[in-house]
């Protein structure tokens, strides 16, 4: 079943140190176009993200927005400078026995010297995030497929709908277009008659110039092509593989037979039903650029 390039998926997942909302937002486009929107420290991601998303998308654009909420904010790492502390825990004890003052060291007043302790940034594990990360956002592409195949759906029926009304149109032209020879026949015999006023002529004349008008506008060939093509097209509707440009070229065809039929038939029933094919083919084209 095809898919529509019009779709969302989410997903949200609690980890021990944050939750991950991965939204996943995509609109027609004729090629790929990935926009993401990650928080800057979390940028190593992208081309993670992107390489996974061109294995499951093949067109359209797509909006990822990547939150990493309720974050824990321990990521400093304190540690002690031990030899540091201890030549100041050193020094004091000096300066007590040399001024004979009471030796009142503590914790509080060591930790209150420069340089006793370290506090350094705790590297990321940039590993475990990515881990997270791809498994929030393979079940975010998830939701994302079955939101474009419903939408998908939508779009084979109105496709199925729309095949069987220019089947009926084909039809309609399939069946004029012999009587609009016979109605030339009988206008250019009136005329011959109108003008020889009773003379006999030859009517095998007759009969060579109506054979050359009947070739002239026979559209034979452009109606079987016309409806190879609608079957193509309903083969292209049960797909389960990317259609869209195929698509596109099924619909350009479908015009083209239908604009020589048009330029063929010097016939107002035919021209009218050609203009009814024609706004058919317009809905069917716009609607196509949705399709992956």
Do not use: W
């Amino acid at each position: 079943m095809i898919k529509s390039m019009t779709g969302y998926g989410q997903s949200i997942c609690q980890f021990d140190e944050y939750r991950i909302n991965i939204e996943l937002k995509t609109v027609n486009n004729r090629y790929l176009d990935t926009n993401i929107k990650v928080y800057k420290q979390y940028q190593f991601l992208e081309e993670i993200v992107r390489d996974i998303i061109a294995k499951k998308v093949s067109r359209g654009k797509l909006d990822v927005s990547i939150q990493f909420e309720n974050v824990k904010k321990d990521d400093r790492v304190v540690t002690i400078n031990e030899e540091v502390a201890r030549g100041y825990y050193t020094a004091m004890k000096q300066m007590a026995e040399i001024f004979g003052i009471e030796d009142d060291i503590s914790v509080s007043k060591l930790s209150s010297f420069q340089d006793v302790f370290t506090v350094e940034k705790k590297e990321q594990d940039k590993e475990r995030i990515s881990n997270d990360v791809v498994s929030v956002l393979n079940e975010a592409l998830d939701n994302l497929t079955l939101s474009r195949k419903s939408e998908g759906e939508r779009l084979v029926k109105f496709f199925e709908e729309e095949i069987v009304i220019m089947s009926d149109i084909v039809d309609k032209i399939e069946k004029r277009s012999p009587v609009t020879v016979e109605e030339y026949r009988n206008k250019i015999k009136e005329k011959v008659e109108e003008y020889l006023d009773g003379v006999q002529f030859d009517e095998s004349r007759l009969l060579t110039e109506v054979l050359i008008f009947s070739d002239k506008i026979n559209i034979t060939e452009e109606i079987i092509r016309f409806r190879s093509h609608l079957e193509e097209l309903k083969k292209l509707l049960m797909s389960d593989v990317p259609v869209g440009r195929k698509l596109d070229f099924i619909i350009q065809e479908l015009n083209r037979e239908t604009n020589t039929m048009g330029s063929k038939c010097n016939d107002f029933e035919i021209s009218k039903n050609v203009v009814e094919l024609k706004s058919e083919i317009e809905k069917i084209r716009e609607q196509a650029q949705n399709i992956e």
